[in-house]
């Protein structure tokens, strides 16, 4: 497994172009931590988002999953290239010959899916943990480690969207078009549900959820209607907000029942086509 | 001697062509193999195969007696396949320790395989900024990077000029000479001529000949001659000769085909007798590319 994991970050660590997405993703990730800077100083009325609870534990773990999960675009970017690029530059015929099997050539770039996802959970983990301890209201244990299971979310949710476009990366094997088949998907996923919330209102949710798209925004789920203070202002309004906000099991399930899809029909794609 | 490949009844159809046609040989150690065949006969895809780029249709392959599944026994191969493919983004020596870990070696060899191919000097520029004689090198360096039991080399001078495909031929020259069994694929005859010691020949997919190329250019040879005047004369005096099968004209010369072996001197005295002067005789082996040739039209 090391051995995979060392080819694929030989061949990722000379690419100025991965190089560079890989860190202006990381550099998005930390600046998460520059919400805590917004003020408002306008005369009598002071506004510090940060001192308004927002980074409150066990709020913090939902609230920063969603957010970095934002990021995730820029590694999709290496990921597709990387996987395509094998095409272009024809490497991937020569790794074969070298000696790489198709098994192992797919595992490699799977494991730098792994690795990479790993690498954004403890990130963010620890971003969301010292922006915690700065601000929260609350620092007993018990409550900081509460809701974690977002960040289990968190993780799955990266892995299935790169291995989704590890996927895209060898049926069409150029970068941009995988990209493109990615918003392409997503057009139609939204489609489908427009068409579903239209004619069949009431199971309309049940079926969404086993898409891949869907599924991945499932897990975590936008957290700012269950912020407090906008939970009052619709109160006042009169709108009901009881959602219920928590990481479902059977989201995580269909997730990496995706994710195994994915790695499996990229290695039978690879074995069924001639190089 | 160790039987390094072995192929049996090997297919491959891509929808109605049938690329590779039930072909059948084998690769011992320390031979120097060329398989020849014109364009599109099937010798990349044959190397595809058994490189594990190409799936095969049918029949079977084996590296190394099948001790190995196909993927560890090709750590033990040095290939070349048509252009050289390496990562742009990066220099020669990153190029070449990415393949080392692939082949799962150490980097050990890197500098004296890129002293081989003449690289050295350029060791730290981009791949990108090779040229496609220098690419080519490069891919040979890479090929030789683990002593390969084999090296397998497809259409090592294409697209290469003149000076390139001289360097290109002397490193194979010397690699065969230190012994590494080399299975060379091209449809240059004087390149397979000069470093081979067998051949395999094949055309739309099918092995017309297998076996040295001693044996393939064996034959009693063939005379040219030229007369002032008098042709028809002189070809009807030739095919009379007993022992000279064949005469066709070529040109302003006359070609006669021998099928036993007869001298210049006997030739020229019989002619003379029968009031015909030649002002030009020279007697020939037939080259490779003329066997090739008749091999590759006469099984039409």
Redesign the interface.
Known sequence: MFRLLNIEIHKLKYSKASKVLIIIYFALLTSIALIAAIKFDIGPIKFHLAEQGIFNFPYIWHLNTFLASWFKFFLLLVIVSMMANEYSNKTLKQNLIDGLSKKEFILSKFYTVILFSLISTVFVFTVSLILGYIYSDFNEFSIVTTDLEYLIAFFVKLLGFFSFGLFLGILVKRSAFAVGAMFVWFIFESFVKGMLYWKIKPNAEDIMRVFPLEAMSNLIKEPFTRFSAVKSVAKQVGEDLSKDFSVQPLDILIVLLWTSAFIYFSFLLLKKRDL | METILTINNLNKK?GNIHAVNNLSFEIKKGNVYGILGPNGSGKSTTL?II?????KTSGNFSWFDGNL????A??K?G?I?E?P??????TAV?NL???C????ITFDKIEEKLKLVNLFQRKDSKFSTYSLGMKQRLAIA?ALLNDPEILILDEPTNGLDPQGIHEIREIIKTIAHNGTTILLASHLLDEVEKVCTHVVVIREGVKLYSGSVDEMIASYGLFELKVDGETSKLVELLSNFEGIGTVKIEDDKIIATLSKAINAKEINNYLFKNGVILSHLVKRKPSLEQQFLTLTNNKL
């Open positions: 891509f595809g490189l594990n780029v190409v799936n599944s196909t993927h560890n090709l750590k191969v290939a396949i252009r493919n390496f990562y742009p983004y990066m990153q320790e990415l393949v870990k692939i082949k799962g890479s």
